[in-house]
């Protein structure tokens, strides 16, 4: 009886050599700008505590409610696979001491986790680059980090991509407006959705950022959170402000840009495109000053961003840029004897050695001259190299070009690593 077939576990998807260029290039770039700007990369671990996403995200936020892979380890301990970097960042830096008196810079990337509904641009596991900025409340580093993104996509090409901004204001602000909230969609609470009727005992604010057009008309009408700012938090805001006008920054102020996450205060901002469907939002960020002191460490201001991987591929995919491949430069075709194979190998270790840069695969497991021909065209290579016996004994090499209509060459190997040097 033939086995059962396993597949990957839904939601997480297998990243195909096809798909891999266009991810390393996107990263390549992300990690060139967050460089020049002074970034330094941390590396986190996939599972922590769960109490450490309880007291960060919030228990009665959609997150930890229903998305989290949480569990209990043979020790009795409750574990959880991270569904977002920012509560780990923290938790490192408190940790080992990275946050007293200094100013950090961090950005980290990796997989996350949540149990989500799978669709386009969004998996149970995904992957997010991310970066937090510790020990600076004033608005200046706000609108860095926004300018920062948006030199991102300036280097990738993409141009589709709107700029929303928002202020959540501070804590006691938020308190006020959530009350304000709850009577307002108290009084119209047979007009609301499931979800809206339960975010409206959890999590009030999140009805804002409903994608049910049903609930726009009552979503427009109610209060703005705008208008409940403490001075501080509209001085904050409106500064920043000033900034992106200065730096020619386009943004639309959107008054019911909102966060899932508890966290937040005082600005928040997001990249959003029209591109891809529901799922449209590739960059979410914003203000979270309390979090350290939340988490146990001293009060500390900061503010971050994530943006989804998955979803940034796809756009870089439907534009119309060129997008890399991995195909090899050269194919190194061996017909012949077991000297050949052996001059072979040597001259292929020797190309790798003058030309680190050169893509070079040498044809494995013998195979006649056209199935090795046919391996050669089937890689995407640019050239084959071919040696065979009689190339062997006058210590000759042949040059084909498989993507371009031009003559065959017939080089002395002496002269092979020059060759190709100035190869265009």
């Known amino acids: 009886m033939a086995k059962k077939l396993i597949s990957s576990v839904r939601g997480m998807n297998d990243i195909l050599p096809e798909q891999t260029p266009v991810w390393r290039y996107f990263e390549t770039v992300i990690r060139q700008v967050l460089d020049s700007y002074g970034y330094q990369e941390i590396r986190l671990p996939m599972l922590e505590a769960t109490d450490l996403f309880n007291r960060s995200i919030g228990e009665v936020t959609d997150i930890v ?9 043979r020790n009795g301990d409750n574990l959880t696979l991270r569904p977002e970097a920012t509560a780990g960042c923290v938790r490192a830096g408190i940790q080992h001491g990275l946050f007293y008196n200094q100013i950090q810079r961090l950005w980290y990337i990796g997989q996350m986790f949540r149990h989500e509904r799978p669709q386009q641009g969004r998996y149970r596991q ?62 119209y609470h047979d007009q609301l959705d499931d979800d809206s009727q339960r ?8 009805i804002l950022d409903s994608k049910n057009p049903q609930m ?33 920054i386009k943004y639309r102020v959107n008054p019911c840009l909102v966060r899932g996450l508890d966290y937040y205060n005082r600005t928040v901002f997001e990249w959003v495109t029209e591109y891809l469907g529901a799922q449209g939002t590739v960059c979410a960020g914003g203000r979270y000053d309390s979090l350290v002191e939340q988490i146990g460490g001293k009060a500390t201001p900061a503010i971050g961003f994530a943006m989804g991987i998955e979803r940034l591929v796809l756009l870089l995919l439907q534009s119309d840029l060129p997008m890399p491949n991995n195909a090899p430069d050269a194919y190194f075709i061996l017909v012949g004897n077991e000297q050949v194979t052996k001059q072979g190998m040597y001259l292929a270790e020797s190309l ?25 065209d089937k890689s995407g290579a640019k050239l084959a190299l071919i040696l065979a016996e009689d190339e062997l004994a006058n210590q000759k090499i042949t040059l084909k070009y498989l993507r371009e209509k031009r003559p065959q060459v017939i080089l002395a190997q002496s002269e092979l690593i020059n060759y190709l040097k100035n190869l265009d």
């Open 126 to 187: 995904f992957h997010q680059i991310g970066a937090e900025i510790y020990g600076i409340e004033g608005p200046d580093i706000d609108a860095e980090i926004i300018l920062m993104t948006a030199r991102f996509w300036r280097q990738l090409g993409l141009d589709n991509l709107e700029l929303q901004i928002n202020s959540l204001g501070s804590t006691e602000a938020r308190v006020k407006y959530t009350q304000q909230l709850v009577d307002y969609f108290s009084a």
């Open 199 to 206: 975010r409206l005992r959890t999590n009030p604010l999140r």
């Open 352 to 376: 790798r050695d003058a030309l680190p840069n050169l893509r070079l695969v040498m044809n494995c497991g013998e195979g006649s001259f056209k199935s090795q021909f046919k391996r050669a």
């Open 216 to 248: 726009l008309p009552l979503i427009k009408t109610a209060p703005q959170l705008l208008d409940c700012l403490d001075t501080e938090s509209q001085e904050h805001f409106a500064k920043l402000r000033e900034l992106l006008d200065q730096t020619g």
């Open 65 to 73: 409610e229903k998305e989290m892979f949480s569990f209990t380890d």
